[in-house]
């Protein structure tokens, strides 16, 4: 469809209702999963983008402009610049708490509404659509395949062990059964009670689906003292 060099309210509405609905559609998959910028923060986006295409699309017709003049207007700027204003947003979006990384997938969400939504407000509507069919089908069915992929877990383990006992030299062996490996990382000296502390890093490969390795914490409270089990997590989507 060819964006009209004179666009009447109904081509300017039909813009603005089908960019809404494609940010009602792609919002609504991080609404639910709780996410910061959920269905409204992602209409609201969208709808700005398309607002400002329009507004581009109605004032290029201005001044006894032509079909011709097209080919010497620099029509990238408008566009260039919203990305960037939405560049800021998706920043702020992303956080990062040590090796914890949130927000990744919500910020790339609100930059590929931006531009369905100049898209669709420069009235490219068949590629505004057949992009809103690609970014939903990557957020929903794509999920599926994306929580069942294998992939690198840690943990901080802390165990308490009395005086004279090697936990950093047993525990290895001990675990691999469980396909996970140990990384030393510090042990302290024994307090009042004899006890010292080691801390070991656990790691082990497993997919979303799998849920966290409950036979390797029963493992472990059944044959040593465990002060703490800290799953630490690389990116959050």
């Not at 709808?47 to 079909?67: D, E, F």
């Not at 919203?82 to 040590?98: D, E, P, Q």
């Not at 939903?136 to 069942?148: G, H, I, P, Y």
């Not at 840690?154 to 030299?169: C, D, N, P």
């Amino acid at each position: 469809m060819m964006m009209p060099l004179y666009p009447s309210w109904w081509d300017i509405a039909i813009r603005l209702v089908l960019t809404m609905l494609a940010g009602a559609v792609i919002g609504f998959n991080r609404g639910a999963r709780g996410e910061a910028a959920g269905l409204r923060t992602t209409i609201l986006v969208g709808l700005a983008a398309s607002v400002a295409m329009v507004q581009a699309n109605v004032l290029l017709s201005l001044g006894g402009r032509t079909n011709a003049s097209f080919g010497v207007m620099d029509l990238m700027r408008l566009p260039l610049g919203i990305l960037t204003g939405v560049g800021f947003i998706g920043g702020g979006v992303i956080l990062r708490r040590g090796d914890l990384v949130t927000g990744v997938t919500t910020a790339a969400t609100l930059w590929v509404m931006t531009v369905i939504g100049l898209c669709l407000g420069g009235g490219q509507i068949d590629l505004g659509i057949a992009a809103t069919i690609l970014t939903a089908f990557t957020l929903w069915a794509l999920k599926w395949v994306d929580s069942r992929i294998p992939r690198e877990h840690r943990a901080m383990l802390i165990v308490a062990e009395k005086s004279g006992t090697s936990i950093a030299v047993e525990l290895p062996g001990a675990i691999a059964s469980f396909g996970c490996r140990v990384q030393f990382h510090k042990q302290t000296r024994g307090d009042g009670a004899g006890r010292a502390r080691t801390w070991l890093g656990v790691y082990w490969r497993r997919s979303e689906v799998a849920g966290p390795p409950l036979d390797l914490l029963k493992f472990l409270n059944d044959h040593y003292s465990i002060e703490s089990f800290e799953v630490i997590s690389g990116i959050h989507h």
